[in-house]
């Protein structure tokens, strides 16, 4: 007797069969996620409050990418616990947190590249604070870091989102090591359009990695 609906559910639920799964490397991938979220939340938020507060835009950006980071941590967090719980990765649970990351990836990208652009063509000028430049500086240790325990992981048990969410870290990084750079030009070459300029290059390069990385995984389905 045909059974209606079966072949529609098992498209949307399949799992990697529990002796494909290691527990311990699942485990330290949800680890890294949650310690990820909370940290690029934190931090974020500082990063964002104070670039308003000085109109550093680079700051800003790298504010956006870290919440947008938080929020794909977030559902990989989700993803893993689930895999926990049930002995198996769910294919569908993996599909949407690695769209998430890209997706979040790609939107912070435009709107870095498009606001250091407007920056440029405005010759629009801001100062770096101190405080600014703390957080740039621990961020950049802390996300280099969790990108590679991230990118790390994410070989061990085949995770595609869990790698750009590395990758996604690795921006951040890029853009903490961005904030410290413009920061030293506009203090001793008083180049006050760095950051500007700098927010621009991130963000092209955070959305070439967005696009990228979908069409390739688009190519593999």
Known sequence: ???????????????????????????????VSLISATWTTASAVTAIAI????????????????????????????????ALRHDALSDN?????????????FTVG???AIGGIVRLAGSQKSE??????TIAA???????????NKIHIAARIGS???RSDGQLSLV??????????????????EWRWADAAATTIIGGVAIGLAVTTWRTEHDKQ
Do not use: C
Request: no cysteine.
């Open 110 to 112: 435009t709107a870095s």
């Open 138 to 148: 621990a961020s950049l240790i802390a996300l280099l870091v969790l990108s590679t």
């Open 93 to 105: 649970l993996e599909r949407i947190a690695h769209r998430v990351v890209l997706f979040g990836l």
């Open 128 to 133: 770096a604070s101190i405080l600014g430049v």
């Open 1 to 31: 007797m045909a059974m209606p609906h079966a072949d529609a559910t098992d498209s949307m639920n399949t799992h990697k069969p529990a002796d494909e799964m290691h527990r311990p490397h699942v485990n330290a991938a949800l680890v």
């Open 160 to 162: 595609p989102a869990l």
């Open 172 to 189: 951040g990084a890029s853009q903490a090591a961005v904030t410290l750079g413009g920061a030293a030009a506009t203090k001793w070459l």
């Open 51 to 82: 670039g308003l507060s000085t109109d550093t835009s680079v700051l800003v950006a790298f504010g956006a990418v870290g919440i947008v980071d938080a929020i794909g941590s977030l559902a990989l967090a989700y993803h893993f616990h689930h």
